[in-house]
C-alpha cells in the first residue's frame, strides 16, 4: 500500500517576515520583560504545559534515544510518540475551536481540522495495529475510509477560512494563482511518485488507483493552501497560520518521502520521516494553541505591530510553481524519461495557458488602475487649483507658524489688509506685530492651546498695520505641529476693525445720552456703586452733584422743543469743562444732570467745583441766534460714614437740591444730616 497516514497540508498562510522583521521579532522577544510576560502566561495555562512536554518528549525520543535502537524498537517507541502527539493534537484543536472570542468561520476552520485530525487518530491505529500485529499492511483497510474522511474534513476547513473581501478581478487572479501552484506542485509529484506508482500497479487498476488517490490528495491540497495564501489571513490569525505552513510543508516532505521510500521496496522507512511527520503534528498542535491564547489575550503580540501590518510576498508562490514545472521537463528531458515526459508536457502546457491567462489579467488590471490613477492625478490637480484660488483670493490672512512662531508662510491677503508686500515676513516673529498690550494675552493663550494638538482658538488683538496702525483682527489657530503635511500652526486672521468700532458705538449709546453725549443714568449708577464700594479700602473722597435748570420749562415751552434741545446740550458741554477728566457727568432725564467727584479731598474742593459750574450760567447761551439766558439749582452730597449706600447718597443730594430752589434757586446747597 502507498499512502501517507500522517500528512495533510493545513491550510495557513504563513510567512516570510524577511530579515527586517525578524531583527524587529528578536529585539521585542529578547526583552526580560517581554520573556516574563510570555513565560508567565504559558505557564499558567494547562495546553502550553502539553504543547512543552510533548516538545520536550519528542526532541529527546528523536536526538537521543533513537540512536542504536533495531527497527522494531524503532517502530514501538515511534507507535507510541505518535499516539501522544495525535491526541494532544486533536485536544489543542477541539479547545481552540470552542473559543468565543474568534469569529464563527474561524471557529469552523479549527473545528473541522479537529474532526479531521480524530479521523486521522483512529487510522493511526489501526495502522499501529497492523503492523504491530501482522508486521504488514494490506493494500486497503478500514485506516483508508478514515484517511479519505480527514481528508474531506480539511477540505471543509479550507472552506471554511474567512475570506478576504476581494472584487471579481483580485478574485480570479487568486484562482488562476491557485492552479497554477496546482499544476507545478502536480508536475513534481508525477514525475516522482505518481508516474512511478502507476508504473508499478499499471496491471491492477484498483490498486493503481488506491496507492494514486493519496499523493493526489496531498498535491490537491496544495493549491487549497495556496488560496489562502493569497487571501492574506487578518492580522490576529497571522502567527498561528505561520505554524500551521511550517507544519504543512514537513508533512508533505514526510508523504513524499514515506511513498519515494516504498516504492523502492525500502520496508525500513528512515528515522527523519517519522520525526518530520510528528514534528508537523507538533507544529499543527502549537499552532492552535496560538491561536487559543491570542484569542484569550488581545493584547498579546508575539512581534512588533509594524513587523505584522506589512504585505506578506505570497504572491512569489505562481512564480516558483511555474519554475519547478519547467525544472522539472528539462529535467526529464534530460534523463531521457520518454515515458514520464507526456504527462511532464501536458502540464508545462496548463503552466502556459494559466500564465498566459494571468498576464492577461494582470494587463487588464494595470490598465483599470492606470484609468484611476489618470482620473485620480486629475482631480488632485482640480483640487490643488482650486484650494490654491481659494487661499489666494480669500479675505482672510491664512498663516502657517513654527512653533517658536516663526512665520512660514503667508497668502497674498496679507497685502490687502496689512498693507505688507508677499513673503517680506517670513521668518519675522509673529509677536512682533502684535500690540505690547495684547502680547500677554496672545502667549497665555498660546501656552494653553500647544498642550492640545488639532485644537482650535479663537482670540481678539492688535496687528501693526504697514502703515503704523494697529488694526483689531481675530485670530483663529490651529494646531498642526503634528501633520506631516504642514508641521506649523495655522493662523487665520482677519480684519475687525469695523465690528470693533460699531461695537463700540454701541456701547457708547447703551451708556450715554444720545442728545447731550454725556453719560445717561445706567453708567451714572454703575460707577457710583463701584466708587462708593472703593471708599472704604481707598479712604478717598466722593461727591455728588444734582443740578436742575429753573427756567426751562419755560423756554421749552416758549421756543419749543427744538430750541430746548439745544440748550440742553449746550449745558452739558459747560458742566463737562467745568470738572476734571476723571469725573463724571449724566444727564439723569428732562433737565436733571448729575456729577460724580472722586477723590475729593475736602468739602472746600467741591464747593469750588460748584461754584464754576453755576457761574457758568452767568453768560448766555446763543442758540438760533437767539440769547436765551437759563439758571440752575445744584445740590451737594458728600460721602460720610452715615451713608450706607450709593442710592442714599444720591437722594441726599436730591434733597439739597430742592433746598437750593427753596432759598431761591441759581445758587447752590451742601446737604447735612439737620437739614442746613
Known amino acids: 500500500?502507498?499512502?501517507?497516514?500522517?500528512?495533510?497540508?493545513?491550510?495557513?498562510?504563513?510567512?516570510?517576515?524577511?530579515?527586517?522583521?525578524?531583527?524587529?521579532?528578536?529585539?521585542?522577544?529578547?526583552?526580560?520583560?517581554?520573556?516574563?510576560?510570555?513565560?508567565?502566561?504559558?505557564?499558567?495555562?494547562?495546553?502550553?504545559t502539553l504543547i512543552c512536554v510533548t516538545g520536550v518528549w519528542l526532541f529527546l525520543l528523536w536526538t537521543i534515544i533513537l540512536s542504536g535502537f533495531t527497527h522494531s524498537q524503532l517502530l514501538a517507541l515511534s507507535?507510541?510518540?505518535?499516539?501522544?502527539?495525535?491526541?494532544?493534537?486533536?485536544?489543542?484543536?477541539?479547545?481552540?475551536?470552542?473559543?468565543?472570542?474568534?469569529?464563527?468561520?474561524?471557529?469552523?476552520?479549527?473545528?473541522?481540522?479537529?474532526?479531521?485530525?480524530?479521523?486521522?487518530?483512529?487510522?493511526?491505529?489501526?495502522?499501529?495495529?497492523?503492523?504491530?500485529?501482522?508486521?504488514?499492511?494490506?493494500?486497503?483497510?478500514?485506516?483508508?475510509?478514515?484517511?479519505?474522511?480527514?481528508?474531506?474534513?480539511?477540505?471543509?476547513?479550507?472552506?471554511?477560512?474567512?475570506?478576504?473581501?476581494?472584487?471579481h478581478l483580485p478574485r480570479v487572479r487568486l484562482w488562476l494563482d491557485a492552479s497554477t501552484v496546482f499544476v507545478g506542485a502536480l508536475m513534481v509529484d508525477w514525475y516522482f511518485v505518481l508516474y512511478p506508482i502507476y508504473a508499478k500497479f499499471h496491471g491492477n487498476p484498483w490498486d493503481a488507483g488506491i496507492a494514486l488517490l493519496y499523493p493526489a490528495l496531498d498535491t490537491a491540497l496544495v493549491g487549497a493552501v495556496v488560496i489562502i495564501f493569497l487571501r492574506q489571513p487578518k492580522q490576529y490569525s497571522r502567527q498561528p497560520f505561520?505554524?500551521?505552513?511550517?507544519?504543512?510543508?514537513?508533512?508533505?516532505?514526510?508523504?513524499?518521502?514515506?511513498?519515494?521510500?516504498?516504492?523502492?521496496?525500502?520496508?525500513?522507512?528512515?528515522?527523519?520521516v517519522y520525526g518530520a511527520a510528528y514534528t508537523s503534528k507538533w507544529l499543527v498542535a502549537l499552532s492552535a494553541q496560538l491561536q487559543f491564547k491570542q484569542a484569550t489575550q488581545t493584547e498579546s503580540r508575539s512581534i512588533p505591530a509594524r513587523a505584522q501590518d506589512k504585505e506578506l510576498p505570497y504572491g512569489v508562490l505562481p512564480y516558483l510553481a511555474i519554475i519547478a514545472g519547467y525544472v522539472i521537463l528539462i529535467f526529464g528531458i534530460m534523463m531521457h524519461d520518454l515515458n514520464v515526459i507526456e504527462g511532464l508536457i501536458i502540464g508545462t502546457v496548463l503552466l502556459t495557458v494559466l500564465v498566459s491567462a494571468r498576464q492577461i489579467l494582470?494587463?487588464?488590471?494595470?490598465?483599470?488602475?492606470?484609468?484611476?490613477?489618470?482620473?485620480?492625478?486629475?482631480?488632485?490637480?482640480?483640487?490643488?487649483?482650486?484650494?490654491?484660488?481659494?487661499?489666494?483670493?480669500?479675505?482672510?490672512?491664512?498663516?502657517?507658524?513654527?512653533?517658536?512662531?516663526?512665520?512660514?508662510?503667508?497668502?497674498?491677503?496679507?497685502?490687502?489688509?496689512?498693507?505688507?508686500?508677499?513673503?517680506?515676513?517670513?521668518?519675522?516673529?509673529?509677536?512682533?506685530?502684535?500690540?505690547?498690550?495684547?502680547?500677554?494675552k496672545l502667549q497665555k493663550s498660546r501656552s494653553i492651546f500647544l498642550q492640545a494638538t488639532g485644537s482650535v482658538r479663537g482670540l481678539e488683538v492688535r496687528m501693526r498695520h504697514a502703515n503704523g496702525t494697529w488694526l483689531w483682527v481675530e485670530?483663529?489657530?490651529?494646531?498642526?505641529?503634528?501633520?506631516?503635511?504642514?508641521?506649523?500652526?495655522?493662523?487665520?486672521?482677519?480684519?475687525?476693525?469695523?465690528?470693533?468700532?460699531?461695537?463700540?458705538?454701541?456701547?457708547?449709546?447703551?451708556?450715554?445720552?444720545?442728545?447731550?453725549?454725556?453719560?445717561?443714568?445706567?453708567?451714572?449708577?454703575?460707577?457710583?456703586?463701584?466708587?462708593?464700594?472703593?471708599?472704604?479700602?481707598?479712604?478717598?473722597?466722593?461727591?455728588?452733584?444734582?443740578?436742575d435748570l429753573d427756567?426751562?420749562?419755560?423756554?421749552?415751552?416758549?421756543?419749543?422743543?427744538?430750541?430746548?434741545?439745544?440748550?440742553?446740550?449746550?449745558?452739558?458741554?459747560?458742566?463737562?469743562?467745568?470738572?476734571?477728566?476723571?469725573?463724571?457727568?449724566?444727564?439723569?432725564?428732562?433737565?436733571?444732570?448729575?456729577v460724580l467727584l472722586r477723590n475729593i479731598g475736602t468739602p472746600t474742593d467741591a464747593i469750588k467745583v460748584a461754584q464754576r459750574i453755576l457761574h457758568t450760567f452767568a453768560e448766555p447761551v446763543f442758540v438760533e441766534n437767539k440769547k436765551l439766558w437759563t439758571r440752575g439749582s445744584l445740590g451737594i452730597a458728600l460721602y460720610t460714614s452715615d451713608i450706607a449706600t450709593p442710592d442714599e447718597l444720591l437722594r441726599c443730594a436730591d434733597r439739597a437740591m430742592y433746598q437750593a430752589k427753596n432759598r431761591g434757586k441759581g445758587c447752590y446747597t451742601l446737604w447735612s444730616a439737620s437739614g442746613s
Open 1 to 48: 500500500m502507498i499512502e501517507a497516514p500522517t500528512g495533510w497540508i493545513i491550510t495557513a498562510p504563513v510567512a516570510n517576515v524577511g530579515e527586517e522583521t525578524l531583527r524587529q521579532w528578536l529585539q521585542a522577544s529578547l526583552s526580560w520583560q517581554h520573556i516574563y510576560s510570555v513565560t508567565r502566561s504559558w505557564l499558567y495555562d494547562w495546553g502550553s
Open 79 to 167: 507507535s507510541t510518540c505518535e499516539m501522544a502527539i495525535n491526541w494532544t493534537l486533536v485536544t489543542l484543536l477541539f479547545r481552540t475551536c470552542r473559543q468565543k472570542q474568534l469569529s464563527k468561520r474561524l471557529r469552523f476552520f479549527w473545528l473541522f481540522l479537529a474532526v479531521g485530525f480524530t479521523c486521522a487518530g483512529v487510522a493511526d491505529l489501526i495502522w499501529i495495529y497492523y503492523e504491530l500485529t501482522w508486521n504488514a499492511m494490506p493494500l486497503t483497510s478500514p485506516a483508508d475510509i478514515l484517511y479519505l474522511a480527514g481528508y474531506c474534513f480539511i477540505g471543509l476547513a479550507v472552506l471554511a477560512h474567512p475570506p478576504a473581501p476581494q472584487s
Open 242 to 272: 505561520q505554524m500551521l505552513l511550517i507544519g504543512s510543508v514537513l508533512m508533505l516532505v514526510s508523504d513524499l518521502a514515506f511513498s519515494v521510500q516504498l516504492l523502492h521496496d525500502n520496508q525500513a522507512i528512515s528515522s527523519w
Open 362 to 440: 494582470v494587463l487588464r488590471e494595470n490598465a483599470k488602475l492606470l484609468r484611476a490613477s489618470t482620473m485620480l492625478t486629475e482631480e488632485l490637480k482640480r483640487s490643488e487649483a482650486r484650494f490654491r484660488s481659494l487661499v489666494q483670493n480669500t479675505s482672510d490672512i491664512i498663516t502657517v507658524l513654527a512653533e517658536d512662531g516663526a512665520i512660514l508662510y503667508e497668502s497674498p491677503a496679507v497685502d490687502v489688509i496689512l498693507g505688507y508686500r508677499l513673503d517680506t515676513r517670513l521668518k519675522s516673529n509673529f509677536r512682533s506685530y502684535i500690540h505690547p498690550d495684547d502680547v500677554e
Open 475 to 547: 485670530v483663529h489657530l490651529t494646531n498642526l505641529l503634528t501633520d506631516p503635511n504642514v508641521s506649523g500652526i495655522v493662523a487665520n486672521y482677519r480684519d475687525i476693525s469695523e465690528r470693533k468700532r460699531f461695537e463700540e458705538q454701541l456701547c457708547h449709546l447703551a451708556y450715554h445720552d444720545p442728545l447731550t453725549n454725556v453719560a445717561n443714568r445706567t453708567l451714572f449708577q454703575q460707577q457710583l456703586v463701584q466708587t462708593f464700594a472703593a471708599v472704604e479700602s481707598t479712604g478717598n473722597g466722593i461727591a455728588v452733584f444734582m443740578l
Open 551 to 594: 427756567s426751562f420749562k419755560q423756554i421749552n415751552d416758549t421756543y419749543g422743543h427744538s430750541i430746548g434741545d439745544q440748550l440742553l446740550m449746550a449745558v452739558g458741554q459747560r458742566i463737562r469743562h467745568c470738572v476734571r477728566k476723571d469725573d463724571l457727568v449724566a444727564r439723569l432725564g428732562g433737565d436733571e444732570f448729575a
